[in-house]
C-alpha cells in the first residue's frame, strides 16, 4: 500500500495468489502428493514469490501512466516489456527446485511436496497471472489521467506571497 499509495494496486496483485494456490494444488493432484506440513511451506512460499510478477506488473504499468500514457497502452507496454523478466525470475526459480523433486537423495522424499507446490504453482500461476492481472487493473483502475504535476518551486513562493500581500 505505501509503495503504491493505493488500496487498489495491492488488492489487484492479491488476485495472482489464488491462481498460484490453484497451480500448486493441481500440481500435487498429477504427482499423487499429498497435502502436508512440508507442501503447506510451499504454498506460503509461492505466495511470496508470485506476487512479485504482478509488482513488476502494476508498477510498471503505473510508471508509464504517470507519464503521460494512456491507461490501455500502458498495459500492452507493460505485458511486452516486463514479460521476460516475470518469466526468467520464474524460470530459475523452477529450475532451481528440479533437484528437489527428482533427486533420491535422502531427506528429498520429506522436501519433495514443497518443491512441487512452489513448481506446479509458478509455472500455472505466471502464466495466468500475465493475462488476468492486466485485465484486473483494466477494470479496477478507473482514473482517467494519472500525470504528475509538475510544481514549480518558484510559482509556488510567488503564489505564497501574493496571498500574503
Given at each position: 500500500v505505501v509503495q503504491f499509495q493505493s488500496l487498489v494496486s495491492p488488492f489487484i496483485i492479491m488476485f495472482s495468489i489464488p491462481l498460484a494456490f490453484t497451480g500448486g494444488f493441481i500440481a500435487l493432484l498429477l504427482t499423487g502428493q499429498e497435502v502436508n506440513v512440508l507442501a503447506m511451506l510451499g504454498f506460503i512460499m509461492l505466495a511470496g514469490l508470485i506476487v512479485n510478477n504482478g509488482i513488476v506488473l502494476i508498477d510498471y504499468i503505473?510508471?508509464?501512466?504517470?507519464?503521460?500514457?494512456?491507461?490501455?497502452?500502458?498495459?500492452?507496454?507493460?505485458?511486452?516489456?516486463?514479460?521476460?523478466?516475470?518469466?526468467?525470475?520464474?524460470?530459475?526459480?523452477?529450475?532451481?527446485?528440479?533437484?528437489?523433486?527428482?533427486?533420491?537423495?535422502?531427506?528429498?522424499?520429506?522436501?519433495?511436496?514443497?518443491?512441487?507446490?512452489?513448481?506446479?504453482?509458478?509455472?500455472?500461476?505466471?502464466?495466468?497471472t500475465l493475462f488476468v492481472v492486466p485485465c484486473i487493473y483494466d477494470l479496477l483502475n478507473r482514473k482517467k489521467d494519472m500525470r504528475e504535476k509538475i510544481v514549480d518551486e518558484e510559482s509556488m513562493i510567488e503564489e505564497a506571497m501574493d496571498e500574503k500581500e
Open positions: 503505473n510508471q508509464a501512466r504517470k507519464a503521460g500514457v494512456s491507461k490501455h497502452e500502458a498495459i500492452i507496454s507493460s505485458g511486452k516489456t516486463r514479460v521476460r523478466p516475470i518469466l526468467m525470475t520464474a524460470l530459475t526459480t523452477v529450475l532451481g527446485l528440479i533437484p528437489m523433486v527428482a533427486g533420491s537423495s535422502m531427506g528429498t522424499d520429506m522436501t519433495r511436496p514443497m518443491a512441487i507446490v512452489t513448481i506446479g504453482g509458478l509455472v500455472y500461476g505466471t502464466l495466468l
